[in-house]
């Protein structure tokens, strides 16, 4: 019923840069916040940003000044541009969005299948 998909993973050097996109689609009637979450080899997934509708947003400490969230409501897509990458954000992101789809009545939490970032030289 509902498709959460990711793409913009990869693998980069220390320094550098990229940008996560995830797609929301199918019968979705309301989507309240967007986020991503990650996790790394041997450790439990985590907050690395959130969004609401109304564009609040929240960072995990180790991101702050280096990632940014963003979100096309129109698009029901949700962004996160990385920069200055450092090994430790090595891990498998996965997209969040708690959202409201027909035929249902309360919100939900829905999940995308993770993408890899890999930062090494």
């Known amino acids: 019923q509902v498709q959460l998909v990711e793409s913009g993973g990869g693998l980069v050097q220390p320094g550098g840069s990229l940008r996560l996109s995830c797609a929301a689609s199918g019968t979705i009637r309301s989507i309240n916040a967007m986020g991503w979450y990650r996790q790394a080899p041997?450790?439990?997934?985590?907050?690395v940003?959130?969004?609401?509708?109304?564009?609040?947003?929240?960072?995990?400490?180790?991101?702050?000044?280096?990632?940014?969230?963003?979100?096309?409501?129109?698009k029901n897509t949700v962004y996160l541009q990385m920069n200055n990458l450092k090994p430790e954000d090595t891990a498998v992101y996965y997209c969040n969005a708690h959202?409201?789809?027909?035929?249902?009545?309360?919100?939900?939490?829905?999940?995308?299948q993770g993408t890899q970032v890999t930062v090494s030289s």
């Open 49 to 74: 940003a959130g969004i609401t509708n109304s564009g609040s947003t929240n960072y995990a400490d180790s991101v702050k000044g280096r990632f940014t969230i963003s979100r096309d409501n129109r």
């Open 99 to 112: 959202l409201l789809i027909w035929y249902d009545n309360a919100y939900r939490d829905y999940w995308g």
């Open 42 to 47: 041997g450790k439990q997934r985590e907050l």
